[in-house]
């Protein structure tokens, strides 16, 4: 296989745009719209895109985007096209393409060899559960690169394939369902469902007035959000809701839809009208519509373990990173030595001192 690079989206040919576009109506983490808007409003000026794309005949087998950080360091480094906003990073390919394992270990290779050399790679929010994680891992191993694993972060999720509303809420708690059936009163808060261009803009200062209220940080790239909205709302994936009070937006909520996918992506409420608990009421009021309408087969709430998420979707997967470094560089090797193999050296060193006490002076 042969593998070229291409330094921005708008370099890449019809045929491997249409790439993206094909993985993107199964997750929309890999779409298109999702990394022209990351690139374009969530990476910072001096950072520099490489899109690795290994290639059959010309025709791309598999993509894999990646980038320089986002602040000046002494090792020439490659990151994942990601930060936390990414809630999943895989290789971009069709689905059920059977090259895909060949196509990264082309990749991998390729960056191996790219001269001046790479120190380190890392990826992050990569699926454990998935075999695109391993082929990743063999694929920077058969190059030569030590790799090392790591934790990034948890996932909640829930298998919801053929089931509806109705049943979900029959099987939650009976605090969940009074707060449900406070909701449907008729002097609860109003529920509007934005999933077309032609409301995001109402949506977007909607959304933006509550986040303004509620307990989170201000975002590092501000725009990165509006965007996201509207370019998800052409692309169709956008499910944005918002709870209203006496015409007062109270609370909001950006859920993305990517084929069978979606992924609850950022939430947020207002303190001051926490009594009307509006950050639960709205929940109820997407899953309603994402299980009746949307008919999706898995929902998930992006990144991390915050306690409240396992109340909703009971079930947990890890997002996998991976540091690799380069040993044919001296500040790789160097690095390398340290993470790579100066764990188990120390973990050795400790258990030889366990079985012969008496020497541990002369040891550590």
């Known amino acids: 296989m042969d593998v070229r690079i291409f330094d921005h989206l708008d370099a890449l040919p019809q045929s491997h745009r249409t790439l993206f576009e094909n993985a993107g109506r199964d997750d929309f983490f890999s779409s298109l719209t999702w990394y022209q808007t990351f690139i374009d409003h969530a990476t910072a000026p001096d950072q520099a895109l490489r899109i690795y794309v290994a290639e059959t005949d010309g025709q791309p087998t598999v993509a894999l985007p990646l980038r320089t950080p986002d602040e000046q360091r002494p090792l020439r480094e490659l990151d994942s ?19 895909i394992a060949a196509g ?33 891992l063999q694929a920077f191993r058969s190059a030569g690169l030590w790799t090392q694993p790591f934790r990034h972060f948890g996932n909640w999720y829930e298998d919801v394939r053929g089931l509806s509303f109705e049943t979900y809420v029959r099987d939650v708690s009976k605090s969940l369902r009074q707060i449900w059936n406070r909701a449907c009163r008729d002097d609860a808060p109003t529920f509007h ?96 519509h994402v299980l009746d309408n949307d008919g999706v087969a898995e929902i998930d709430f992006g990144c991390g373990d915050d306690p409240y998420k396992r109340r909703w979707l009971p079930q947990r997967r890890l997002r996998m990173g991976v540091a690799a470094f380069n040993p044919r560089s001296i500040r790789g090797a160097t690095m390398g030595a340290a993470h790579v193999w100066g764990s188990p050296l120390k973990q050795w060193l400790r258990q030889l001192n366990r079985a012969n006490p008496e020497q541990k002076n002369s040891i550590l």
């Open 81 to 99: 096209c990601s930060n936390a906003f990414t809630t999943r990073f895989a290789p971009v390919a069709d689905a059920g393409a059977t090259d």
């Open 104 to 136: 990264l270990t082309a990749i991998g290779h390729a960056i191996a060899a790219e001269r001046p050399r790479w120190d380190y790679l890392r990826i992050g929010a990569l699926p454990a559960d998935e075999a695109v994680y391993d082929d990743l």
């Open 193 to 288: 469902l934005i999933t077309e261009p032609a409301g995001v803009e109402w949506g977007i200062s909607a959304y933006e007035t509550v986040y303004a209220s509620s307990w989170k940080e201000p975002e590092r790239f501000p725009q990165f959000m509006p965007e996201l909205m509207r370019n998800a709302a052409a692309a169709g994936a956008l499910r944005l809701g918002v709870l209203t009070y006496r015409d007062q937006p109270v609370a909001a909520q950006l859920w993305l839809v990517g084929g069978a996918r979606c992924t609850i992506f950022k939430v947020a409420h207002d303190e001051a009208h926490k009594r009307l608990s509006p950050g639960t009421a709205l929940t109820f009021h997407m899953l309603r």
